[in-house]
């Protein structure tokens, strides 16, 4: 059986005492369910530490890394900062740092590397553009974003992570892919890990949506045999959301 995970993305929101606030919102909620889900907080660097150190009943996520292992790298944060805080996970690939940041495959596969080096489970982002959808290269697009930055990994070392896909145009837009395009491309997703490691590996590897998930539109979407959860912008944002998204199972 694949994990089923809700990862939230919180992005640049929250000073570190609304974070705190909502996290604790959001365990009041946790401790009267016995959900089968494991719920992922990806929280700004600085709140890392506390967020972490508050509860066990979600894991942390870093929201980047450096792709450097440490030196002279003002304003930098490496794998093994991340580590030192007690975070899980790292978001690699998202399409805000590949946009805004110009992140490219390269320095994504070297930032794998240091995640796996230092133990930090990786939620690996794609997704296409609008432009490369309406013009048939959607599954294209996704394929070399996941072959340029993980296929020199092991098997070993790919069943580790998790992989995010998010349509570039449903983030932040309100549109969401409806969810046979999510299960469509989801599946596509399985079988290129399929043809490069196996079925036993794709069988159990996790593949989350991200991109205006919400509650009104979770349940159809999770409801899809290739979709195991979601990565969670906005609606992460609220606890009584979040906490919806995640009971959507
Ligand atoms: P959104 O963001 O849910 O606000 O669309 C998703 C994401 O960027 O991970």
């Given at each position: ?11 640049m929101?929250?000073?570190?005492n609304e ?8 365990i009041?909620k946790?401790?009267?369910?016995s ?15 506390k ?11 870093a929201?980047?890394c450096?792709?450097q292992e ?9 794998t ?12 690699l690939?998202h ?12 320095d994504?596969?070297k ?13 690996y ?18 394929k070399?974003q ?9 098997g070993?070392?790919?069943s580790?992570l ?34 490069k ?15 205006s ?18 990565l ?7 606890a ?10």
């Open positions: 059986m694949r994990k089923k995970i809700v990862a939230g993305n919180w992005k929101n929250k000073n570190l974070g705190i606030i909502l996290a604790n919102e959001l009041e946790l401790i009267s369910s959900i089968d889900v494991e719920v992922i907080l990806g929280v700004p660097f600085t709140h890392l530490e967020i972490t150190s508050i509860s066990k009943k979600y894991s942390v996520s929201q980047n450096s792709a440490s030196g002279a790298f003002t304003g930098e944060i490496s093994k900062m991340i580590q030192s805080t007690g975070a899980k996970y790292v978001i690939g399409s805000e740092r590949r946009i805004f940041h110009k992140e490219n495959n390269s994504l596969a930032k794998v590397d240091l995640c796996l080096m230092d133990d930090l489970i990786v939620i982002c794609c997704g296409e553009t609008l432009s490369d959808r309406e013009s048939g290269n959607h599954f294209m697009v996704v070399s996941i072959e340029d930055v993980l296929f020199h990994l092991s070993e070392q790919m580790k998790v992989i995010a896909y998010e349509p570039v145009w449903a983030i932040g837009t309100g549109v969401t892919a409806s969810s046979d395009q999510a299960q469509e491309m989801h599946a596509f997703i399985r079988s290129i890990f399929t043809q490691y196996g079925l036993e590996l794709s069988r159990g590897l996790s593949i989350l949506y991200g991109g998930c919400k509650p009104s539109n979770a349940q159809d979407i999770f409801s899809k045999e290739d979709v195991d959860g979601g969670i912008g906005g609606a992460s944002l609220n009584n959301d979040f906490y919806q998204i995640i009971n959507a199972f």
